[in-house]
């Protein structure tokens, strides 16, 4: 029973990326103008960021200047935009070293996939997998 929980928080982790990379782009697209999806919950995505530790959680903020990090937000329009907590300390979390940006289209401005992997050992031998194209679709896969 144990390793059935544990296997299905390593699911969850993975879900709730890929569900940040959703929110992410739909808000990129709603604003009309850059979102960004960063490691850490400092609430600031520099342009070079501070972690590249997915496992302890990540923020999602706009940029409306381009300059590669956070805006100040407002009490009507507050910034960081969603910040997800550190994830259990039994799940391996990998994904890419720095941040991603979705543009007012909805593409990422890496011309390149990006891609997350959660696993645990007490979960067994097989992980999930959260795929972005540069187009900025997802998809979510057990492996």
Do not use: H
């Amino acid at each position: 029973m144990i390793q059935f929980m544990r296997a299905r928080e390593v699911e969850s982790a993975a879900k709730k990326i890929g569900a940040a990379a959703l929110i992410a782009r739909s808000e990129a697209i709603k604003r009309n103008g850059p979102v960004l999806l960063c490691a850490g919950i400092t609430g600031t995505c520099a342009a070079t960021p501070a972690t590249s530790d997915w496992a302890a959680g990540w923020t999602i903020c706009y940029d409306r200047n381009a300059d590669g990090a956070c805006d100040t937000g407002t009490t009507s329009d507050p910034n960081p935009i969603r910040v997800e907590a550190a994830q259990p300390l039994n799940i391996t979390f990998t994904g890419p070293a720095s941040r991603l940006q979705f543009n007012a289209d909805g593409t990422m401005t890496s011309t390149v996939a990006a891609a997350f992997a959660a696993s645990s050992q007490a979960a067994g031998p097989f992980q999930w997998n959260v795929r972005l194209a540069a187009s900025g679709a997802s998809s979510i896969r057990k492996e």
